[in-house]
Nanobody
Framework: EVQLVESGGGLVQPGGSLRLSCAAS????????MSWVRQAPGKGLEWVSS????????TYADSAKGRFTVSRDNAKNMLFLEMNSLKPEDTAVYYC???????????????????WGQGTQVTVSS
């Protein structure tokens, strides 16, 4: 059974930083691209970032470029999202997600996934 468990969210002041983690199990993590997707209060899903299976390719939404960094530790089956210079508009529930597809191109910019974590709340407020 695929399991994705996010952690690391919290309340942070504007300009602050957070590091989100996603612990993956139940599938071969080392061969799966992964994505981060968020949902702000009252809004739809927004793709944030994707990373390929070995971590060499990374893509970001324009809203995340230059501030967020996606990474993974395949030895530990972990996915990360380092978020810096946080803004109030980054307030959202952040999800890690995967598809059955092994192709990185199927993840880029997408909000439709086969598996989701429970999400972790990020609140940026003074």
């Amino acid at each position: 059974e695929v399991q994705l468990v996010e952690s690391g969210g919290g309340l942070v002041q504007p300009g602050g930083s957070l590091r989100l983690s996603c612990a993956a199990s139940g599938f071969t993590f080392t061969t799966s691209p992964m994505s981060w997707v968020r949902q702000a209060p009252g809004k739809g899903l927004e793709w944030v970032s994707s990373i390929n299976d070995i971590g060499g390719w990374k893509t970001y939404a324009d809203s995340a470029k230059g501030r967020f960094t996606v990474s993974r530790d395949n030895a530990k089956n972990m996915l990360f999202l380092e978020m810096n210079s946080l803004k109030p508009e980054d307030t959202a529930v952040y999800y890690c997600a995967k598809k059955e597809s092994p192709w990185f191109r199927d993840y880029i910019g997408k909000m439709e996934y086969d598996y989701w974590g429970q999400g972790t709340q990020v609140t940026v407020s003074s």
